[in-house]
Nanobody, 115 residues
Framework: QVQLVESGGGLVQPGGSLRLSCAAS????????MAWYRQAPGKQRELVAG???????NYADSVKGRFTISRDNAKYTVYLQMNSLKPEDTAVYYC?????????WGQGTQVTVSS
């Protein structure tokens, strides 16, 4: 059983920064990929960033150069550093991991970018 708990969302002005955290329970955190997704109202959930067990990262084109995903295997935690935030980044952000073909999701954390 894997549980994912996100934190760090909130209201921020355009151009500001936030850091999201996702704490995972269960075993063998370090050998599984982790990812952040987001879902804006009326839109489909989309991949924002992913990080492999070896630390290889990938990003959606819309966030490249602004967002950074990282992981701390000792703390069973994955982070999403978000800089230069834009109103279009407003969404619920979800932490994800896939194990044996099954997707696990956190409850989500709201990020609102507005002046």
């Amino acid at each position: 059983q894997v549980q994912l708990v996100e934190s760090g969302g909130g209201l921020v002005q355009p151009g500001g920064s936030l850091r999201l955290s996702c704490a995972a329970s269960g075993s063998a955190f370090s050998i599984y990929p982790m990812a952040w997704y987001r879902q804006a109202p009326g839109k489909q959930r989309e991949l924002v960033a992913g990080i492999s067990s070896g630390g290889t990262t990938n990003y959606a084109d819309s966030v490249k150069g602004r967002f950074t995903i990282s992981r701390d295997n000792a703390k069973y935690t994955v982070y999403l550093q978000m800089n230069s935030l834009k109103p279009e980044d407003t969404a619920v952000y979800y932490c994800n991991t896939r194990r044996s073909g099954y997707d696990y999701w956190g409850q989500g954390t709201q990020v609102t970018v507005s002046s």
